[in-house]
């Protein structure tokens, strides 16, 4: 899996930050975590992350300087910026610096998962995707699992359902990590880019049928919300379902 490192200044946060977001379910782990900047510096740097969460405002060294001072060091990594205030001065600084991606306190999961899954995306390109230790040993052919290959029926035929790693690891009998593994290995993907690209080819499908409003679309994908769905379709295709039509040859084209 991609390693993550957080940092913020209050260990609550950092807490309730490793505990509710779905890390494994998008293929990340959280390798390390700290309240003090100065001292996440010599940890990251050893650790080598794929990523790191940390908070905007710290006491000892704004996330800024922060950031800088990892990248000085010759790491590649990518960062995602935390803050309370989100003013634009800071977010543009930010970006300058190449930042990831950038999310307001207190963070909402909605807006997190859109992030991981981004983030999944791209380090899919960057690296290869980190294997589990120890957990590769249950079957050495992952293409012929028969019951991954069960597994991912069973997500095929309930793609509008929430699905996370620890659900399948009970009905299927495979480990968490054995799973996200498999996705890696079959798929070059995780769990929720997995569903997520399910029900955007279906949402597309839908979309075809003139007879379906755009909220339709969006609840026969399994979204409650509209406006998720927009920004998750957005992301996806990389432009809002109102600008995605047929072209009369079963192709889809950007107008």
């Known amino acids: 899996?991609?390693?993550v490192f957080l940092v913020d200044d209050e260990e609550i946060i950092l807490k309730q930050i490793e505990q509710t977001v779905p890390w494994m379910d998008n293929g990340f782990e959280v390798v390390g975590m700290d309240?003090?900047?100065?001292?996440?510096?010599a940890r990251i740097l050893e650790l080598k992350p794929d990523v790191v969460f940390s908070?905007?405002?710290?006491p000892q060294l704004d996330g800024h300087s922060f950031m800088r001072t990892i990248r000085e060091a010759g790491l590649d990594v990518e960062f995602v910026m935390l803050s309370a205030y989100g003013t634009f001065e800071d977010a543009r600084t930010f970006f300058q610096q190449e930042g990831f991606d950038y999310l307001l306190k207190p963070m909402q999961i909605q807006e997190v998962q859109l992030v991981?899954?981004?983030?999944a995306g791209k380090l899919a390109q960057k690296r290869p995707f980190k294997a589990v230790t120890g957990e590769n040993d249950e079957n050495d052919s992952y293409s012929?699992?028969?019951?991954f290959l069960k597994l991912i029926q069973y997500v095929r035929d309930r793609f509008t359902e929430k699905h996370t790693l620890s659900q399948l690891s009970?009905?299927?009998?495979?480990?968490?990590?054995y799973i996200c593994n498999l996705f890696a290995q079959c798929y070059n993907t995780t769990l929720t880019r997995f569903v997520t690209k399910v029900r955007m080819e279906h949402a597309v499908l839908l979309m075809k049928d003139k007879s379906y409003s755009l909220k339709n679309v969006a609840i026969e994908c399994g979204y409650t919300d509209?406006?998720?769905?927009?920004?998750?379709?957005?992301?996806?295709?990389?432009?809002?379902?109102?600008?995605?039509?047929?072209?009369g040859s079963h192709k889809w084209k950007v107008i």
């Open 1 to 3: 899996m991609w390693k």
């Open 35 to 41: 309240t003090n900047p100065d001292k996440a510096v």
């Open 55 to 58: 908070d905007l405002r710290m």
């Open 116 to 119: 991981l899954e981004k983030l």
């Open 144 to 147: 012929i699992n028969p019951a």
């Open 170 to 177: 009970k009905k299927f009998g495979l480990s968490a990590g």
């Open 226 to 247: 509209y406006f998720y769905f927009n920004k998750v379709f957005r992301g996806y295709y990389g432009v809002a379902p109102s600008q995605y039509t047929d072209d």
